[in-house]
């Protein structure tokens, strides 16, 4: 019996947008959620009853978005073997906004992608730790990536997604390894270094580090965080969630 697999990609409308075309976007997300927060306030302090009770299944809607502002549309523990399964539904919004940040930014700049995209990475103090446990400067990292991304190159909208298909791919990967529930931004470290691209290869070849590493570096990250959060976490909600079993 042949065994069922499932098939992934990577597919975000907005990146095949403008610059501000996907302004825009967010302009109209953030300006209805603000309208709808003061819609909510106008009818929870109605006199009438049956609107006050409107404005409460508001609120929850409200707090549900509030509480799921960090996270993907769907976990990366609920995906099923077969058919096709859209890894955009589990890239974090911070994943995405930095993805969506180097891009704009290779756009208006005509500055490689590449290197726009591992800068934006390396402002993240997540990543920032990766290679402090490394024993790596990682603004030495840069400067080298710098000198070997400098040459001004014509902006090519599908290598680039084709190239961030291939970075978030190897971020499921790393945060499926790390047993994380979305593809969170620090796991981009991971696929950018994992790319099939000879300039990206050069700068592991440069500073001698191997991919192992820096998944070993981000589990561990991952690992001490999730401590942190238990010792924090009180002893009540110890057992409240249980992971579903794939």
């Known amino acids: 019996e042949s065994e069922i697999k499932t098939t992934f990609y990577f597919n975000d409308p907005r990146l095949f947008m403008t610059a501000p075309g996907r302004m825009l976007v ?5 300006g209805g959620f603000i309208l709808l927060f003061v819609f909510t306030l106008v009818l929870l302090f109605s006199s009438t009853s049956r609107i006050f009770w409107v404005g409460i299944l508001l609120s929850l809607l409200l707090l549900h978005q509030v509480l799921h502002f960090t996270k993907g549309v769907r976990p990366l523990d609920y995906i099923v073997k077969g058919g096709r399964y859209n890894l955009a539904d589990s890239l ?3 994943g995405f906004a930095i993805l969506e940040s180097a891009l704009d930014g290779a756009m208006l700049s005509g500055v490689d992608f590449r290197f726009v995209l591992l800068k934006r990475l390396c402002s993240l103090k997540d990543v920032q730790q990766v290679f402090m446990r490394m024993e790596i400067d990682y603004k030495e990292v ?12 014509s902006y090519d909208r599908n290598a680039i ?6 970075i ?3 971020a499921c990967n ?8 979305y593809i969170e931004s620090r796991a981009l470290l991971a696929g950018f270094f994992e790319a099939n691209d000879p300039k990206i290869k050069k700068i592991l070849t440069i500073f001698s580090i191997d991919v192992s590493q820096i998944r070993a570096a981000l589990i561990f990250g991952y690992v001490h965080q999730n401590f942190l959060q238990k010792l924090l976490r009180p002893r009540e909600l110890d057992g409240a969630y249980v992971k579903r079993i794939r």
């Open 26 to 30: 967010r302009f109209f997300r953030i």
């Open 92 to 94: 974090a919004p911070d």
């Open 142 to 153: 840069l400067g080298e990536a710098e000198r070997l991304f400098r040459d001004k190159v």
């Open 161 to 166: 997604l084709g190239l961030i298909e291939e």
């Open 168 to 170: 978030v791919f190897g």
């Open 174 to 181: 790393e945060s499926q390894t790390s047993n994380e529930h």
